[in-house]
Nanobody, 121 residues
Framework: QVQLVESGGGSVQAGGSLRLSCISS?????MAWFRQAPGKEREGVAA???????TYGDPVKGRFIASRNSARTTLYLQMNSLKSEDTAMYYC??????????????????WGQGTQVTVSS
């Protein structure tokens, strides 16, 4: 069974940075970050394919950088210029295939347990 383990969440002041990591137990095409704040729907943050193709959600463009290691089994999310509205539980997800709707949560079957990111203003 494929497992995903996230790390790197925490608390930071607005304008600060955090780096999230997600380790997968299995090679796959698509790995992605999603986030969910209380009372809100799960939102796509960034998706990275093994080809290197990367897609970002509009709220994080220009501030977040997603990448994968050379073995393509670890997903990173460098979060810069953090805002209070970035506060959420961040989840890693993967799909062995390469979905066309890259930031659609329904395209991903395997999920991590989540890591909390809290940004104070």
């Amino acid at each position: 069974q494929v497992q995903l383990v996230e790390s790197g969440g925490g608390s930071v002041q607005a304008g600060g940075s955090l780096r999230l990591s997600c380790i997968s137990s299995k090679y796959n095409c698509a790995m992605a970050w999603f986030r969910q704040a209380p009372g809100k729907e799960r939102e796509g943050v960034a998706a990275v394919f093994t080809s290197g193709t990367t897609t970002y959600g509009d709220p994080v463009k220009g501030r977040f950088i997603a990448s994968r290691n050379s073995a393509r089994t670890t997903l990173y999310l460098q979060m810069n210029s953090l805002k209070s509205e970035d506060t959420a539980m961040y989840y890693c997800a993967q799909n062995p295939l390469c979905p066309s709707n890259r930031l659609d949560p329904s395209e991903y079957l395997t999920w991590g347990q989540g890591t909390q990111v809290t940004v104070s203003s």
